[in-house]
């Protein structure tokens, strides 16, 4: 009885194994005529049943089913995914013994990195975005150990405003210790005239000196984007408002450079932005001792003074400003500005005054004052009007200065092109 039990279960397996076997025949047909859809078909029909066959046969389903989906490169952007983990599989599987397809599926794999990176490029000059570091994260789905495309995926998703896809990405390359630390190797394709980057040094060798598709070879060593990556993801949470969280990934830049000027300049918007003023003014004058010419970091200490009501000192600033760069138009109207603003308690002060002696000095003596402000601020104004002849707010700031100094030529002047600035 148990040799006839013994019997029928070989009989049954030989059946299983007959009919997946011949199914799969039917898939490779279908495959080389073209009938992807048909092929996927018949593989979903035996997909429960393969679990029972050899290693042989798994392989050759998995291979066939990633054909069915790949489409000989004609496949949805989907599709090529999917046809990823079916290689994979097959690769998986041979990896212990005879590698039938894996040769093939290595062939598939350089067929789609070059395929998706190019799509890449193609939707990023569209300004694409998503499709672009869609793409990107495909080549590195298909070839792990080219992390610079999931770097770059990153990149172009920040560019997007997809922050939490960006976001994830960076955290993946944090995971995976990526530095960016590597050697790329170009060459120049002869059709398209345009550099390209190759996986490695003997694939790119090969299209150099083997096939001839390709010509001035060259090797670059990139340098560490670790502190770029940390910076990144920290002007991302500042972005999003998260302070506390952009603070953090700020301090583990800081520990790889913590001269680094985008990196200082970054912590300081954060600091502005968490009402820490004295931490932001801190972190600008450091950033001047790095970069003293920096107009607009002099600038920004202007407007952190004024704001504190230092005015002599935020007065100098602007001035600086000014001297490294005569036409930085934002350092003239806050220096006329915080001139002019100076005006209001005089105004209150005189509003206030009664009908004694003492007091009609005190207007005299405040008119006069007022007068000297007003022609502080003229020249300030007038380089605005200078560097932008259509700035409406400069020229009829300047036409009611003159009016209230009785200078009636330049009230006359600057009243004509406040209506033509009007009328336009």
């Known amino acids: 009885m148990k040799k006839i039990i013994v019997i029928l279960l070989t009989f049954c397996v030989f059946q299983f194994s007959y009919s997946q076997k011949k199914e799969l025949k039917t898939v490779d047909k279908l495959v ?7 092929a996927l078909n018949t593989i979903e029909s035996i997909k429960d049943l393969i679990n029972l066959a050899d290693d042989k046969t798994k392989a050759k389903y998995y291979y066939l089913k990633g054909l069915a989906r790949y489409q000989n490169g004609e496949g949805s952007f989907e599709n090529k995914l999917l046809s990823i983990d079916d290689f994979n599989r097959t690769k998986e599987i041979e990896d212990s013994g005879s590698k039938i397809y894996s040769s093939k599926v290595d062939d598939i794999f350089t067929s789609l990195f070059n395929s998706f990176v190019n799509d890449s490029r193609t939707a990023l000059d569209n300004k694409n975005y998503k499709d672009s570091y869609s793409n990107l994260e495909a ?3 298909v070839s792990k150990k080219d992390t610079l495309y999931l770097y770059n995926a990153a990149l172009v998703a920040t560019e997007a405003k997809e922050y939490s896809t960006a976001l994830g990405f960076y955290e993946k390359l944090i995971d995976l210790g990526y530095t960016g630390v590597s050697i790329n190797y170009y060459a120049i394709e002869k059709e398209s005239g345009k550099e390209q980057v190759f996986q490695d040094e003997k694939s790119r060798d090969f299209s150099v000196d083997v096939i001839g598709t390709h010509e001035s070879p060259r ?46 300049l970054l912590e300081s918007n954060v600091r502005w932005e968490m009402g820490e003023v004295d931490s932001y003014q801190k972190l600008i004058s450091r950033a001047l001792e790095i970069e003293p010419d920096n107009v607009d970091l002099v ?36 220096a006329a500005a915080l001139i002019l603003d100076r005006e209001g308690p005089m105004i209150e002060e005189m509003n206030s005054l009664g009908t004694s002696t003492a007091d009609y000095n005190r207007y005299d003596e405040l008119k006069i004052e007022r007068e000297n402000l007003y022609r502080e601020a003229i020249p300030y104004l007038e380089k605005v009007y200078e560097l932008e002849n259509d700035n ?13 100094l009785d200078e009636t030529e330049s009230y006359n002047r600057f009243k004509v092109i406040v209506a033509e600035l009007e009328n336009k």
Do not use: C, H
């Open 32 to 38: 080389k005529s073209g009938e992807y859809e048909n």
């Open 139 to 141: 080549a590195y789905t």
């Open 219 to 264: 090797d670059e060593m990139a340098k560490s984007v670790e502190i770029d990556i940390y910076r990144s993801i920290a002007a991302i949470y500042r972005i999003e408002e998260n302070y506390e969280k952009s603070i953090v990934y700020l301090e583990k830049a800081k520990l790889i450079d913590p001269n680094d000027i985008n990196l200082i």
């Open 299 to 334: 600038f920004n200490l202007g407007v952190v003074n004024a704001d504190k009501g230092n005015f002599n000192d935020a007065i100098s600033y602007y001035n600086k400003a000014i001297e490294i760069n005569a036409n930085y138009t934002k350092a003239y109207l806050n």
């Open 392 to 404: 409406l707010n400069a020229a009829r700031t300047l036409r009611n200065i003159f009016s209230a």
